[in-house]
């Protein structure tokens, strides 16, 4: 259970996360309620996609139960398959962990019902899960995606009363604090007070309006920080995706809104996600990853940013040899000359 503080001290740790967003582009999850009933239907995909992104640099194999507590599957009424798909989840990325050597992480997550339930209910549905998670013999647990600072708190009581090892990390919304009106220094603060061993913020801001965040966090704590962004570009103005607005889709996407199925304009290059490795090492954030929307290629970005060579780097782009774009003084001057034209 030491290990990730063990492989933190030797240098950054990256946690490729996404499930949700890149399962639902291949066709194998539903937008909206965004269970993971993938991983009782087809694990097979949920595994290939663990595999993809530890080939691409991911220090980290994290089992595919976000959003598979209680009140999700009772949206769906399927509370019957809690177990299951827990169980399930957590075998497959077991499996795949052991054969890629990766760290293998359990994950909690943001119940949608603090407010409305006594944190004595949200405790329960968190110590199910993490039973399970312990029980398959996890390294860490993840508790993630908290807009309540109350129920990251309750995650990584649970987590810590189970004794493991626990990443917490806070979603902040438009106004810039977690929803008790917060600022997000002083909500890690308090995290890593209650006993998280890693403490940050993930998903909901892109890498630009995250940063600024981060560093705040990074002055405010002793141990180490995450930073997951979600790989879009988000903007002062629209500091979250889901405030990003596009005129040629706000007609057709649901609500009028880009979130979560008309994104795609919005999306970080590879390149935009390696100057954000760059620039979070730079201010002291050592555990690493992109959240919602995350595919391989940011992945292998990042780790190339951070001085890697994951095996996906034998693939990565050599430009020298296009016909028309490239520089091999073998190529047809007749073509180099045409990338004008292009």
Known sequence: MAELLDRLARGPVICAEGYLFELERRGYLQAGGFVPEVVLEHPEKVAELHREFVHAGSDV???????????????????????????????????????TGAMFAGDICNTNVYDEQSPDAVRAMFEEQVAWAAEAGVDFMIAETFSWLGEALVATSVVKEAGLTVVAT?????????????????????????????????????????????????????????GLPVPYRTTDRHPTFQSLEDPETADLAVGGRAFPTALDPFTCSRYEIAEFARRAQEIGVDYLGVCCGAAPHHIRSLAEALGRTPAASRYTADMSKHYSLGTDPSLRSANQEFAERL
């Open 61 to 99: 194999v994290e089992a595919f139960t976000y959003y598979a507590h209680r009140e999700k599957l009772r949206l769906i009424g399927r509370e019957e398959v809690l177990e299951r798909i827990n169980r399930q989840a957590l075998e497959v990325a077991k499996e795949v962990a052991r054969e």
């Open 170 to 226: 806070l979603a902040i919304h438009k106004e810039g604090t977690v929803r008790e009106g917060i600022v997000p220094a002083e909500a890690c603060r308090r995290l890593e007070a209650a006993g998280a061993d890693v403490v940050g913020l993930n998903c909901t801001r892109g890498p630009d309006t995250l940063l600024p965040m981060l560093e705040e966090v990074r002055g405010a704590v002793t141990v180490p920080v995450a």
